[in-house]
């Protein structure tokens, strides 16, 4: 398996207390409790920070680069997402948030809410042009994308293979830099300012893509205090920067991309589970008739990211505010020539969660689960460390858990022992006494 397994989400060992918080929530089972401390397999993981949302220690962490990394570059482009708009209060004017970050230190922006118009576009053309493979699912969300690849192979050939606006956002702003400057690409940073770390593990093992054309991703739960100084300087300003509309910004929340679409065949899903639902009832079958599905691993869609600020459905409620004052569009293919915007080579499925190395060997595995969940008790209390029995015993039959690590069994193998040697006690005392007899 060559697969690059290469996260954003880590664990603080010293913050973690080894409660069973996060093996519940994880949605791919990546998490286990062994020794007192959480363990993250990398194989399962697929960077959606439920994690992060959910341990009360703070003990998982994501992993971006320090807003210092400015500094690494002669010219640095800063990359907004329309999600960053919904973190500010009665904000009416994109243009103050763009100028606040040149402000800040960045020498240029580009809109990713302009790509997403841009992909938006692109979009309608292949869904049209290509009716007879739909539905369509989104490719925006990263750690959907994680979640087919390793978790439901047969509908990796349903993922529309388009570039995600921030990776056409990053490609268009390099150019535009290098031609504004004259300098090489190396001088030039393109740094995006991150909702989730999902994004992060996009830009540093891109799975459609060679290369990722992002530098640096930096969080927005950092930029925003710096940001808030500035954008009081910013209001009186004229400057104009943005380059989007409204079906740029929707992008920010659940339904946005799919909105851009100007159709009404699509379903929108966000929150990990209900993504899960949305693929395993496609798996089945059951959406046939749609053209397009667009999922968020995040509640609320980016705005609900585990690096944002704002309550994910304030923020929503934000976007729609600030959507009112824009035009529908403003950046089209046809001012535009992109230099690449389909995937460079094919999502290849990883079988992380196989069990043996042959179908013989995972028949016989399956076998050997199926008696370990008819002897656990079937409560799945994560005790053990496991979110539920059936992990467990994958996790005994693949090495790396042991039958006593349920409480239920440790206690009857407990018992046992204690019975067996309550009769080695009574035999050597009943022994001693015929001894004395004779």
Known sequence: MNADFRHSVYLDTDKCKGCINC?????????????????????????????????????????????????????????????????????????????ALLKMGFDDVYEVSAAAELVSELSRKYIEENIDKRPFISAACPSVVRLIRVRFPNLIDNILPIAAPVDIAASEARKIAMKKTGLPSEKIGIIFISPCPAKMTAKNAPLAFDKSDIDAVVAMKEVYPVLLGHMKNSVDDDTELAASGKIGISWGKSGGEAGGLLTNSYLAADGIENVIKVLEDLEDEKFSDLDFIELNACFGGCVGGTLTVENPYVAKAKLNNLRHYMPVSRSHLGDTELDNPYFEKEIEYVPVFKIGKSLKDSIAAMAQISLYCDRFPGLDCGSCGAPTCRALAEDIVSGRAHEQDCIYMLRDYIHQLSQQFSILDSFMGKASVEGEDK
Do not use: W
């Open 23 to 99: 093996i519940k929530r994880c949605p791919t089972q990546a998490i286990r409790v062994r020794n007192g401390k959480a363990e993250i397999i990398k194989e399962f993981c697929i960077d959606c920070g439920e994690c992060i949302r959910i341990c009360p220690h703070h003990a998982k962490m994501a992993l971006y680069d320090p807003l210092s990394v400015i500094d690494d570059y002669e010219y640095t482009v800063a990359l907004p997402p329309p999600s960053l708009y919904a973190q500010f209060n009665n904000l009416e004017d994109t243009n103050i948030v763009l100028r």
